[in-house]
């Protein structure tokens, strides 16, 4: 699964290629994803322009020129391909995980811009589109997710309160989004590695020196 640094790489990817363009036209070929996507999905999208693209999480948020956002989750096996009319795409991913090129199967989403298109392929199809009217429900969605690692509030204080009497495992808490956003399995285990904390100790026990090393790492990791 695509976790934040993955995700950030695609966000700085598409804010170089399509911030300040305009959506030409959309082509939606299955709207079967997680939740399907919405029929008035395409007329949201045409004729605005992508003011830029931000990241909250794993989430991409496409800002547009109407004060609408438009979400992009990747689920388990999105990915993005950037095709360029005016290039030989050799390489089409707009990150480093997954395969390079633009596959012939499971392109589910195009979004087409002058000389250039944006293709979301999901064999797996656990990704999703989110169209959201204005920045007041866009902070809404997100009002339950926990801080990014990166974060300020991510800090001790703020850990040992939330681990205080947790009988859940301190991998599972590092996975859980509303304890913190955007780490998945793999980086977890590796926060974990490098803190020298086995994985199914119990949050209860962990302690402070232990959260130190925990965000210490947590913050250089992803």
Do not use: W
């Amino acid at each position: 699964m695509p976790e934040l640094p993955e995700v950030e790489i695609i966000r700085q990817s598409l804010n170089k290629n399509i911030k300040q363009k305009k959506v030409k036209k959309v082509i939606v070929r299955n709207r079967k994803l997680r939740s399907k996507i919405p029929l008035s999905f395409a007329s949201f999208l045409e004729g605005k322009k992508i003011i830029k693209v931000r990241r909250f999480s794993k989430y991409l948020i496409f800002c547009l020129s109407n004060k609408t956002y438009c979400l992009l989750h990747l689920g388990m096996s999105g990915t993005v391909h950037i095709v360029d009319s005016n290039k030989k795409n050799f390489t089409t991913n707009a990150s480093f995980y997954s395969y390079p090129n633009l596959p012939k199967k499971h392109n589910h989403v195009e979004i087409i811009f002058k000389n250039l298109k944006i293709v979301y392929n999901d064999p797996r199809r656990f990704g999703f589109f989110q169209i959201i009217k204005d920045f007041h429900f866009l902070k809404k969605r997100f009002a339950k997710l926990g801080p990014e690692p990166f974060q300020s509030k991510f800090d001790l204080r703020y850990m040992l309160s939330f681990l205080k009497g947790k009988k859940k495992n301190i991998k599972n808490f590092l996975l859980d989004q509303n304890f913190v956003s955007g780490i998945g399995n793999i980086y977890a285990s590796e926060i974990l590695f490098l803190s020298k904390i086995k994985p199914n100790k119990k949050a209860y026990l962990i302690k402070q020196k232990e959260c130190i090393k925990i965000l210490s790492n947590a913050k250089k990791s992803p």
